[in-house]
């Protein structure tokens, strides 16, 4: 399926595959999409399953129950197999002791790292 990609969604796939996903998972590319949407609206954080999912889930061609187990799956062997190097830098050092945060504390964290670095290369 060919679709057009929104802004962000580009730097939010580098960003997933800098942590130790690709392409093969079958949540990557509707992660890579939710952290784009929530990039660009912040306030979908707040509607993950009513708004964020069903967004993402019409878009990428599934489902929103899907769309969140693909995301949990891939989040979770990211925060215990991915870059801790990088996950230390967006959550820092104290937050990777403890469990796997939800969804959407992780998506808006990815998603405010994304937004951060990307007002610094705008400045001139």
């Known amino acids: 399926m060919s679709r ?4 962000g ?11 130790g996903a690709n392409g093969s998972y079958a949540g990557f590319w509707s992660a890579a999409y939710a952290t784009a949407r929530i990039m660009e609206e912040p306030e979908l954080i707040a509607y993950v399953c009513k708004g964020l999912y069903i967004d993402t889930a019409k878009n990428c061609g599934s489902s929103p129950e899907r769309v969140e187990r693909n995301i949990r799956t891939l989040k979770e062997r990211i925060w215990f197999d991915g870059d801790r190097e990088l996950l230390a830098e ?5 937050a990777l002791k403890g469990r796997a945060p939800t969804n959407r504390v992780f998506l808006d964290m990815l998603a405010a790292y994304l937004r951060e670095k990307m007002d610094e290369t705008a400045k001139p």
């Open 4 to 7: 057009q990609k929104i802004k």
């Open 9 to 19: 969604e580009r730097e939010a796939e580098k960003l997933w595959r800098r942590l």
């Open 90 to 94: 967006i959550y820092g050092e104290k």
